[in-house]
C-alpha cells in the first residue's frame, strides 16, 4: 500500500492526530500555491505528454523543490510513467505524493528523534543566522518541555546583537524557565561554563543554549563554536547532544546554503525549519532532506508558543495534499 492509501485510512479521524491541524493550518500558503497547481495541471492536459513533464517539473522548482531533488524526482516519475502505462494525468496525482514520501524516505531510517541523555541534563545547542527564529524556537521547546513536567534552563549565549539576552530572558518568564546568562558579560562561552555548571548542581532536565550565528567569519564562528563546545563536554562528555540548525524557510535555496556552510563549520545533528507558515513554497522540507543530508526534527508553523511540532513526513504531506486524500 502506498503512502497515499495510508494516509487516507489513518487521517480519516483528523481529530486522532494530534499535530495534523497545525500541519493544516501551517501550510495553508503552500498549499493554495503548489498544491492548487499540481491539481490544476492533472486537470487541464487530458495526455501525459512532454510538456505536462515540462509544466510540472516547472511548478515542482518554484514550489523550492531544489533542482537537484526535481531532477531525482522528474526521472523516477517518467519511469513509473513507462513501466505502469499511465496515459491519464490524474492517475498521476496519488503517485506524486507517493514519490515525493519515497524521496524523502529514500530508504534511511528518519531519525527525528531528539537524542535525549540517558541521565542528567540534555542538552541543545541552537545556531544559525540572526532572525532565523533560534529564539522563539527555544521557547517553544521549553514550553513543551515543561508541559511535559521538565526542569529547563536557557543559556543565553547570543551576546553579539544587543536585546537578544533580555528577549530570551523574557521566554524564560514566561514559559517558567530558569534563566542564565548577562548582557553585559561579552564572551558566549563564559556564559555557557555558568549555564552547564547551575544545570549540574541543580539538576536541570533541559538546557537549551542560543547562540549567535555569524556566518559572515566562518573562522571566527568555527572557532567559537568550538570552545562552546569543549566547555560543554568537560562538564557532560557526551554533549552536546543535539546541535539544532534553525533555517527560515521563507528564504528558500538561501536557507539550503546557509547549511551548507554551518554544515562545514560545526557537527549539526538536526534542522529546525521555521516559519513553513509564511511560505507558499513549503517544498523546501524535501530538498533540505535530499540536498544537505540532515534530518528536520521541528517545523516551525507560527508564531505561537504551540505553534512548533516535531517534524512527521505523514503528517507534512497530509496538510499538503489533504484535499486530494479525502
Ligand atoms: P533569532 O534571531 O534567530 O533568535 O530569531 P527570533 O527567534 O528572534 O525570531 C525572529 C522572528 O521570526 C520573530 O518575529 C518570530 O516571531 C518569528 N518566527 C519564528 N518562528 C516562526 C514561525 O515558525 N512562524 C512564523 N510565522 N514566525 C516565526
Ligand atoms: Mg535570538
Redesign the pocket.
Known sequence: MGIFDRLKKSFKKEEVVEDAKLYDKGLTKTRDNFVSKLVNITNKYSKITEEFFMELEEILIMADLGVNTVMKFMDRLRDRVKKEHIEDPSMLKEIIVDELFIIYVNNEIIVNKINYAKEGPTVILFV?V????????IAKIAAKEIKKGKKVLMVGA?TFRAG?VK?LNEWAEKTGSTFVGDEKLKDPASVVYDGLKKAKEENFDIVLI?TAGRLQNKINLMKELEKINKVIGNFIPDAPHETLL?IDATTGQNGISQAKTFKEVTNITGIVL?????TAKGGIVLAIKDEVKIPVKYV????KEE?LSVFDIEKYIYGLFKDMIK
Open positions: 544559525g540572526n532572525g532565523v527564529g533560534k529564539t522563539t524556537t547570543d537578544a528577549q542560543d534553525v521555521t516559519k513553513l507558515d509564511g516551525g508553523l507560527g508564531e505553534d
